[in-house]
């Protein structure tokens, strides 16, 4: 019980042939021959993305430290910045 025979099979394809009649039946076969291949070639191709793909840790990525890009001109006291220009400091 359980396993289909030839008889099962046989029955089967007459309930078929009778649904959908002659003439639909190759181009259901042709398109269940579609299907079948491009379910084959999506799963080698999920297969092999899988392979290819590193193993993921169960550690998370350690934090990574953001910094700022130097300044160009560093802030000069204001006695220094009159001296270049060649000025005298203020004197208290």
Same mark, same amino acid.
């Given at each position: ?13 007459? %309930?078929?042939? %009778? ?23 999506? =799963? ?6 899988? #392979? ?12 990574? =430290? %953001?910094?700022?890009?130097? #300044?160009? =001109? ?10 270049? #220009?060649?000025? =005298? #400091?203020?004197?208290?």
């Amino acid at each position: 019980m359980g396993r289909i025979g030839v008889r099962e099979l046989v029955l089967i394809a007459i %309930i078929v042939l %009778i649904v959908f009649g002659a003439r639909r039946l190759p181009d259901i076969a042709r398109s269940l021959g579609k299907s079948a291949r491009i379910l084959k070639s999506e =799963t080698a191709a999920m297969r092999a993305e899988s #392979a290819a793909a590193p193993p993921r840790g169960d550690e998370p990525e350690p934090p990574r =430290t %953001i910094q700022a890009p130097p #300044a160009e =001109t560093a802030a000069k006291p204001a006695q220094a910045q009159q001296q270049e #220009a060649g000025g =005298t #400091a203020p004197q208290p």
